[in-house]
């Protein structure tokens, strides 16, 4: 797995999570796109050049979001947003979890030959100057109305069941004037609507279990099916250094 989904564990600590009273979306999730990072050749000696590992690669998993609606059922927020990414090493499966603090824009325009269409925007975003900038930003069209819950056909929410853009990750280390450590990552991002966890999110479940519809879509669903079902382990989220 590489430092690319590792930073988002940082947002955790600058983001301010709301309390699950919205809807829950979970989206199964693909990243494609190339990464490359660069260390010393010798440990020793910063002005040695960097050994460099580069490549293609694609990265899956699940995000899970809270998605605030006013009262006519269009959005207006992100609470929650979580991503919980899995991937093989060898014969071992494991998964980690990582938060987002994403923005989101409802942008409606209208169009000449297809009336007003309507765009959801979500953006997360943390820079620190030139050595490390983090920037992720998907967009949706044409939402349709539909109830997330099951049990409340009446309350109809926006939903956009589709949802692509792109991911970028870059990183420098540096002691002095010396270039120690470098990672530079892009990805174009998909985000599918998984149709059945998130009519199963928005249900009922186990109060004994779980605390609340946050909860039960986390743990009980999307973390079961990893660890219970397929058997991965969870591996701890280690923070880049320097942060």
């Known amino acids: 797995m590489k430092m690319f989904a ?8 600058l983001a301010f999570c709301l309390p699950a009273d919205g809807e829950i979306l979970i989206f199964n999730k693909t990243m494609r796109g190339f990464f490359a ?10 002005e040695s050049p960097l050994d460099w590992d580069a490549g293609e ?10 998605v605030e609606y ?12 979580v991503q919980v990414e899995y991937w093989m090493e060898g014969i071992h499966g494991y998964y980690a979890q990582f938060w987002h603090y994403f923005e989101v824009e409802r942008i409606e325009v209208e169009t000449l030959y297809y009336g007003d269409v309507v ?39 926006e939903i956009v069941f589709v949802l ?10 540096w002691d002095g004037y010396s270039l120690v450590e470098a990672e530079k990552e ?10 059945w966890w998130t009519w199963m ?22 973390k079961y099916w990893l660890s219970e079902v397929l058997g991965y382990e969870e591996e701890e989220v280690v923070i880049p250094n320097g942060i």
Not at 129 to 155: A, K
Not at 206 to 222: F, L, Q, R, S
């Open 37 to 46: 990072e660069g260390e010393l050749s010798d440990p020793n000696d910063i």
């Open 201 to 222: 999110a928005n249900g009922e479940f186990d109060t004994t279990k779980y605390d609340d519809p946050w909860d039960w879509a986390e743990n009980g669903i999307v």
């Open 119 to 157: 765009y959801w925007v979500l953006t997360d975003s943390f820079n620190e100057g030139f050595e490390m900038v983090y920037l992720m930003m998907v967009r949706g069209g044409n939402p349709w109305m539909l109830p997330t819950d099951i049990y409340n056909w009446e309350e109809l929410r």
């Open 57 to 66: 690669e694609t990265l899956s998993g699940y995000l899970i979001l809270e």
């Open 186 to 195: 892009i990805y174009d991002v998909s985000l599918y609507l998984n149709f």
């Open 164 to 173: 692509n853009g792109s991911a970028l990750w870059f990183h420098l280390d």
């Open 6 to 13: 590792k930073l988002v564990m940082l947002l955790v600590v």
């Open 70 to 81: 006013d009262a006519n059922g269009l959005i207006v927020d992100i609470g929650d947003a």
